[in-house]
């Protein structure tokens, strides 16, 4: 009986803490940066600008779209969270891309596989920009991720207004739109 007992303890300790894992997203274990690293970007500062490739060989540069709202979103295809998040993500920009909305998904690529990222776009259909991080320069150094997703909505004036770790649901995603439309 009070083996039973135990295990029941174990296996709901064991439960809670994927449901926190979960909640809090798929952090990358990585020690913090340096003091005399620049600090990550702050809310009510402007977006630190970058160039990436897209996955179909484009580049595309943050300050080329100023005058339009921006979300940045940081993924992977192995994680969970970015996996429960998407839907509310395509759905938001199909809903509003007319409004001049431009989402930027930013792949890990430097944590994960081409044939992965291209499996993933196909299969939630995303519509908007994916962009590849092969090196991390712009995920690590930048914008300094500590776990994913990460999402920065960005108005029209290229300032940073809201940043967010771990999954958003579409109920999120609409409120914090609203300050940057």
């Known amino acids: 009986m009070v083996k039973q007992q135990s295990a029941k303890g174990y296996l709901m300790g064991l439960m809670l803490l994927l449901f926190a894992a979960l ?7 990585e020690p913090s940066a340096a003091a005399a690293d620049p600090p990550a970007p702050i809310v009510g500062r402007l977006a630190p600008d970058f160039t990436l490739k897209t996955l179909d060989g484009q580049e595309i540069t943050l300050s080329e779209l100023r005058g339009q709202p921006v979300l940045i979103n940081f993924w992977a295809s192995w994680c969970g969270p970015c996996r429960l998040e998407m839907p509310h993500l395509v759905a ?5 891309k007319d409004q001049g909305f431009v989402i930027l998904g930013i792949d890990m690529t430097f944590s ?4 992965d990222v291209e499996a993933f776009v196909k299969e939630f259909g995303v519509p908007f920009p994916i962009l590849l991080d092969e090196t991390g320069e712009v995920t690590n150094e930048l914008y300094k991720v500590q776990g994913i997703p990460t999402s920065y909505f960005i108005n029209r004036e290229g300032i940073i207004t809201y940043k967010h770790v771990g999954a958003m649901t579409g109920e999120l995603i609409t409120k914090r739109l609203e300050d940057i439309l």
């Open 23 to 29: 909640l809090v997203g798929c952090g990358r274990g």
């Open 92 to 96: 938001t920009y199909e809903k509003h």
């Open 112 to 115: 994960d596989s081409m044939s």
